[in-house]
Protein backbone atom coordinates (compact mmCIF):
# COMPACT_ATOMS: atom_id res chain seq x y z
CA UNK A 1 0.00 0.00 0.00
CA UNK A 2 1.04 3.34 -0.41
CA UNK A 3 0.01 5.39 3.11
CA UNK A 4 0.49 9.48 2.54
CA UNK A 5 0.59 12.00 5.70
CA UNK A 6 -0.05 15.38 6.39
CA UNK A 7 1.42 17.57 8.48
CA UNK A 8 1.67 21.30 9.55
CA UNK A 9 -1.98 22.95 9.87
CA UNK A 10 -3.88 24.42 12.98
CA UNK A 11 -4.95 28.04 13.73
CA UNK A 12 -3.68 31.06 12.37
CA UNK A 13 -4.86 34.94 12.29
CA UNK A 14 -5.83 36.25 9.19
CA UNK A 15 -2.30 37.41 7.36
CA UNK A 16 -0.72 34.45 7.97
CA UNK A 17 1.29 31.69 7.05
CA UNK A 18 1.23 28.09 7.15
CA UNK A 19 3.58 25.44 5.70
CA UNK A 20 1.81 22.17 5.20
CA UNK A 21 4.09 18.26 4.04
CA UNK A 22 2.65 15.36 2.99
CA UNK A 23 4.89 12.41 3.42
CA UNK A 24 4.50 9.36 1.32
CA UNK A 25 5.51 6.15 2.22
CA UNK A 26 5.10 2.47 1.41
CA UNK A 27 5.33 0.22 -1.55
CA UNK A 28 6.20 3.02 -3.53
CA UNK A 29 7.73 2.39 -7.30
CA UNK A 30 6.84 5.93 -9.13
CA UNK A 31 4.95 9.10 -7.96
CA UNK A 32 3.38 10.87 -10.92
CA UNK A 33 1.18 14.10 -10.23
CA UNK A 34 0.75 15.40 -6.42
CA UNK A 35 -1.70 17.66 -5.23
CA UNK A 36 -3.49 19.61 -2.46
CA UNK A 37 -7.42 19.84 -1.94
CA UNK A 38 -9.43 21.47 0.37
CA UNK A 39 -12.74 20.75 1.56
CA UNK A 40 -14.73 23.96 3.66
CA UNK A 41 -17.89 22.35 5.82
CA UNK A 42 -21.35 22.13 3.35
CA UNK A 43 -18.77 22.40 0.09
CA UNK A 44 -17.33 20.20 -2.06
CA UNK A 45 -13.60 19.50 -1.56
CA UNK A 46 -11.65 21.41 -4.49
CA UNK A 47 -8.23 21.52 -6.27
CA UNK A 48 -6.00 23.88 -4.48
CA UNK A 49 -2.66 22.98 -6.00
CA UNK A 50 -0.95 20.10 -7.80
CA UNK A 51 2.47 19.53 -9.27
CA UNK A 52 4.02 17.17 -12.04
CA UNK A 53 7.05 14.80 -11.33
CA UNK A 54 9.09 17.35 -13.65
CA UNK A 55 7.92 20.45 -11.34
CA UNK A 56 4.87 21.88 -13.16
CA UNK A 57 2.63 23.62 -10.90
CA UNK A 58 -0.85 24.59 -11.37
CA UNK A 59 -3.27 26.63 -8.42
CA UNK A 60 -6.86 27.48 -8.11
CA UNK A 61 -7.63 30.95 -8.89
CA UNK A 62 -8.07 31.88 -5.47
CA UNK A 63 -4.94 31.07 -4.21
CA UNK A 64 -2.36 32.42 -6.91
CA UNK A 65 0.15 34.50 -5.43
CA UNK A 66 -0.29 33.25 -2.05
CA UNK A 67 0.49 29.64 -1.81
CA UNK A 68 3.51 27.40 -3.50
CA UNK A 69 3.28 24.31 -4.07
CA UNK A 70 6.69 22.02 -4.15
CA UNK A 71 7.74 18.51 -3.63
CA UNK A 72 11.09 16.79 -3.03
CA UNK A 73 11.44 13.58 -5.33
CA UNK A 74 14.24 12.10 -3.41
CA UNK A 75 11.85 12.40 -0.29
CA UNK A 76 8.36 11.14 -1.66
CA UNK A 77 7.86 14.34 -0.05
CA UNK A 78 5.14 17.38 -0.97
CA UNK A 79 4.96 20.80 0.88
CA UNK A 80 1.97 23.61 0.45
CA UNK A 81 3.52 27.29 1.44
CA UNK A 82 0.29 29.55 2.49
CA UNK A 83 1.16 32.68 3.10
CA UNK A 84 -1.24 35.99 3.17
CA UNK A 85 -4.28 33.13 5.05
CA UNK A 86 -7.60 34.53 4.52
CA UNK A 87 -10.93 33.18 6.63
CA UNK A 88 -12.12 31.79 3.28
CA UNK A 89 -8.91 29.13 3.25
CA UNK A 90 -10.05 27.55 6.12
CA UNK A 91 -10.74 23.93 5.57
CA UNK A 92 -10.03 20.49 6.12
CA UNK A 93 -6.12 19.76 3.31
CA UNK A 94 -5.87 16.65 1.97
CA UNK A 95 -2.84 15.53 0.15
CA UNK A 96 -3.32 12.98 -3.04
CA UNK A 97 -1.35 11.31 -4.89
CA UNK A 98 -0.64 9.52 -8.27
CA UNK A 99 1.46 6.27 -7.23
CA UNK A 100 2.61 3.54 -9.34
CA UNK A 101 3.55 0.64 -6.73
CA UNK A 102 6.06 -1.99 -6.84
CA UNK A 103 5.12 -4.76 -8.74
CA UNK A 104 1.99 -2.84 -10.27
CA UNK A 105 1.64 -2.38 -13.86
CA UNK A 106 -1.00 0.65 -13.48
CA UNK A 107 -1.18 4.28 -11.45
CA UNK A 108 -4.20 4.99 -8.86
CA UNK A 109 -4.51 7.61 -6.84
CA UNK A 110 -4.20 8.19 -2.80
CA UNK A 111 -5.25 10.21 -0.22
CA UNK A 112 -4.02 11.77 2.86
CA UNK A 113 -6.43 11.19 6.19
CA UNK A 114 -6.32 15.25 5.90
CA UNK A 115 -5.43 18.47 8.26
CA UNK A 116 -7.07 21.06 9.67
CA UNK A 117 -6.61 24.79 8.53
CA UNK A 118 -8.64 27.26 10.79
CA UNK A 119 -8.03 31.17 9.87
CA UNK A 120 -9.75 33.43 12.68
CA UNK A 121 -8.68 35.98 14.90
Known amino acids: QVQLVESGGGLVQPGGSLRLSCAASGNIFSINAMGWYRQAPGKQRELVAD???????NYADSVKGRFTISRDNAKNTMYLQMNSLKPEDTAVYYC???????????????WGQGTQVTVSS
Open 51 to 57: ITSSGRT
Open 96 to 110: NTVARRSGSTSYRSY
